[in-house]
């Protein structure tokens, strides 16, 4: 019973803690920064929240700040060190975009390489972006997957392949896009076209 007690109070905490975070990036949303903070957030895929991700930042400042001043006694030192441990999280969050973005980009020539067989083929868009997302690696592969359930869904194609352009802040995908998009409103050949994209993109 001790134990169960002991466990309720941790989910109790977790929840509190979650609720203030929810709270506090409810009230920053009134900030430029904070809408700046959650495309970023949504950019590096996070599961944090703005509130959870300023929560971050305000403990690792006040962390790194009171262990400087304990061990230098320097409030100058202590000061510099308040203001880089605030910074760390949010270093943290833009390497997980830089790497995700990374990632995408590197797999994306092969996924279009890809989409054109299946096309090729004879299979329709929705089954050659099914296609890439069981076998693309990630983070191509998630994205790619919501684009196909989202129209399963019953969302248009045009607005779920935007949809996943606001997620995924790539040049080289938005160009994909503008050219599938350009085909689907004035037609041609949409596998001649895929592979010219591929070509632009490697070079």
């Keep these: 019973q001790a134990q169960k007690t002991g466990t309720n109070g941790i989910d ?9 975070a929810i709270r506090l990036g409810v009230f920053l949303q009134r900030y430029r920064f904070a809408k700046k903070l959650q495309v970023l957030l949504i950019h590096a895929d996070s599961s944090m929240s703005v509130g959870g991700i300023v929560l971050a930042c305000a403990g690792a400042a006040l962390g790194c700040g009171l262990l400087v001043f304990l061990l230098l006694h320097t409030a100058l030192l202590a000061g510099a060190a308040t203001v880089a441990g605030a910074v760390i999280p949010y270093a943290l969050l833009r390497r997980k975009r830089n790497r995700r973005l990374k990632a995408f980009n590197t797999a994306l020539p092969d996924a279009i390489d890809l989409m054109a067989r299946s096309l090729r083929a004879g299979h329709s868009m929705n089954s050659s972006i099914e296609m890439i ?41 938005q160009f994909l896009i503008t050219a599938i998009l350009v085909q689907k409103k004035t037609g041609g050949n949409v596998t001649e076209i895929l592979d010219r994209t591929t070509h632009v993109i490697r070079d």
Excluded: C, I, T, W
């Design 12 to 20: 109790m905490g977790a929840d509190e803690e979650r609720n203030y």
């Design 133 to 173: 997302a069981e076998q693309s690696p990630e983070p191509l592969s998630s994205e790619f997957l919501q684009v196909f359930k989202q129209q399963r869904l019953g969302l248009h194609f045009r607005d779920a392949l935007l949809q996943m352009g606001s997620r995924v802040p790539s040049r080289d995908l």
